[in-house]
């Protein structure tokens, strides 16, 4: 699932016309760097949540041919916050179908970040929640803390999330969740996510691990802009050396 329903105060505005997540850097949108390395990796089940501008969204992207895979969509007539939207599209992740309630762990990444992870090896991780769906309620991806978010989110210790601390690890809005962990959440309600995470993390029922590759937070326009000029920079490298016949 990509999180795809912020408004995206903070990009204003530039997201007064535009879904954040079809902002460009690099001649792409940023979701299309999500659909593209989550094909890349085996996945060909996407659901998307919208609500700002979300049509606009689904005029993009289509029904996800275009990049080899399938997308279902799951409108919000007003933003429901992280969990509150996870919930509502739960009946969509079971399979596409939208009769039955997910029944099996599910990938999310957040779709204003721009990261080269290679969400392939998470399917370890998505195998062993089904397998042992008692042991954990979810896993998240950690990264190291960029400058605008010092102090981090939680501690990592031998593969286990841990509240934060002196050696915090900034969540990077790439997770794996048992569709248990969001029970509580009714759907059509605003919830965030960070309540359930501390819940579930106090009661050691979130595993984790430290991805330490390319990652960003495209927060700000600012940050759109040096994104942009990173991928211009790196495309343009790659032109130039690209071996010619």
């Known amino acids: 699932m990509i999180l795809a329903a912020g408004r995206g105060e903070r990009m204003r505005p530039l997201t007064d016309t535009l879904p ?10 940023l979701i299309e ?12 089940e996407i659901v998307i949540n919208h609500a700002h501008l979300g049509k606009m969204i689904e005029a993009a992207l289509g029904n996800g041919e275009g990049y080899g895979i399938h997308i279902d969509y799951s409108p919000e007539p007003a933003a429901l916050e992280t969990a509150g939207g996870i919930a509502q599209a739960l009946p969509i992740l079971e399979c596409g179908s939208r009769n039955n309630h997910a029944s099996q762990p599910f990938l999310t990444v957040n779709a204003d970040i721009y990261c080269e992870f290679d ?16 042991e954990d ?8 803390n960029p400058a605008h978010h010092p102090d ?27 569709p248990e962990f969001f029970k509580d959440v009714l759907p059509g309600s605003v919830a965030k996510l960070a309540p359930l995470l501390r819940k579930a ?13 390319v990652w960003m937070d495209v927060g700000t ?25």
């Open 119 to 134: 969400f392939s090896t998470l399917l370890p991780v998505l195998g062993r929640l089904q397998a042992k769906p008692d």
């Open 33 to 44: 760097y999500h659909l593209e390395n989550l094909a890349r990796a085996g996945f060909v």
């Open 20 to 29: 954040k997540p079809l902002l460009r850097a690099g001649g792409k949108s």
């Open 137 to 144: 309620l979810a896993h998240l991806v950690l990264v190291d």
């Open 201 to 213: 993390i106090a009661a050691e029922k979130v595993s984790g691990d430290h991805y330490r590759g």
């Open 152 to 178: 981090g989110d939680f501690m990592l210790d031998s593969g286990r999330v841990a509240p934060s601390g002196k050696n915090s690890l900034t969540f990077s809005g790439i997770g794996v969740y048992q």
């Open 221 to 245: 326009p600012e940050r759109l802009r040096l994104l942009d000029l990173r991928l211009a920079t790196l495309n343009n490298t790659e032109a130039h050396t690209a071996p010619t016949r």
